[in-house]
């Protein structure tokens, strides 16, 4: 005897639902993602088996590339307001509501106080392609003392971080550490590159 065959229909799916999920996901991590800020050097760090995280904010960064240049960032645009203007006051250079509105704004820098002020009044894009001379950090003139100095009081809680290039001379890197303990700063971590634990 045979059977009778029943024609199999087709199901339909309402898909309308998870679009609707899949956009709202799509939004919320566009709006909650925080993007890297644009750096003026690019570092290749050395590795390490640290697994010591950095805190999201107050963090104090000190980047040493490969051509032994010093840069400088600190997060907060009001601490990095009146950062400048201590530095400023210090070294008698003076800096213009729009100049202190860019540097509030400012990722890092890596130039001396002298020449803040026109390296701010540059458009973005010409400040991407300006060649940044580090700040000077030798024993004659270390701006970079006056630069941590500031930011410490401007805010007490900051955590200070060095990246360094796996290329950058051992000179250097003993300097930023006399400079940073000379302003009583003996707590620092350095940023590496993760690397697997020995087994």
Do not use: C, H
């Amino acid at each position: 005897m045979s059977k009778n065959k029943t024609a199999r229909k087709s199901t339909s799916v309402d898909m309308t639902a998870m679009t609707d999920v899949a956009f709202l996901l799509l939004t919320f991590f566009m709006l909650a993602t925080k993007f890297k800020p644009d750096e003026p050097v690019t570092v290749e760090t050395p590795s390490s088996i640290s697994e010591i995280k950095l805190p999201e904010k107050n963090i104090m960064l000190l980047t040493l590339d490969k051509d032994s240049r010093v840069f400088f960032s600190i997060d907060g645009e009001k601490t990095r307001v009146e950062m400048l203007n201590k530095v400023g006051e210090k070294y008698k250079v003076t800096f213009s509501a729009a100049q202190q509105k860019e540097f509030a704004n400012m990722s890092s820098f890596g130039i001396p106080v002298a020449q803040l002020g026109k390296f701010l009044d540059m458009k973005p894009e010409q400040r991407g392609a300006f060649k940044q001379t580090g700040i000077p950090s030798d024993s004659l003139n270390n701006e970079l003392s006056d630069w941590v100095w500031q930011a410490r009081l401007a805010n007490n809680d900051l955590r200070v971080a060095v990246k360094g290039d796996r290329e950058t001379s051992v000179p250097v890197v003993k300097q930023v550490i006399k400079t940073l303990q000379d302003r009583k700063v003996n707590r620092f971590n350095f940023i590496t590159a993760m690397e697997k634990a020995p087994k």
